[in-house]
């Protein structure tokens, strides 16, 4: 099932009422949220290490020898 996200700017106070369920445009909201979610930092489904700081930690790399 394809998805897509939308940003609607309304005054402030005339927001529209928007409930799961509700049809837009032939298809159906599953989620809103009230605010930019697009203006917010992605964020990962699961935590990975940094490959660059692996390869450091595991080649013995010590960040208190390192002169910046």
């Given at each position: 099932m394809g998805k897509m996200t939308f940003v609607f700017e309304?005054?402030?106070?005339?927001?529209p009422p928007v409930s799961a369920?509700?049809?837009?445009?032939?298809?159906?909201?599953v989620a809103a949220a009230f605010r930019d979610a697009?203006?917010?930092p992605e964020v990962c489904d699961e935590i990975v290490p940094d490959p660059e700081w692996l390869e450091k930690?595991?080649?013995?790399y010590d960040a208190t020898d390192s002169q910046l």
């Open positions: 309304y005054e402030d106070g005339k927001e369920g509700m049809s837009f445009m032939g298809g159906k909201i697009l203006e917010e930690a595991s080649s013995g």
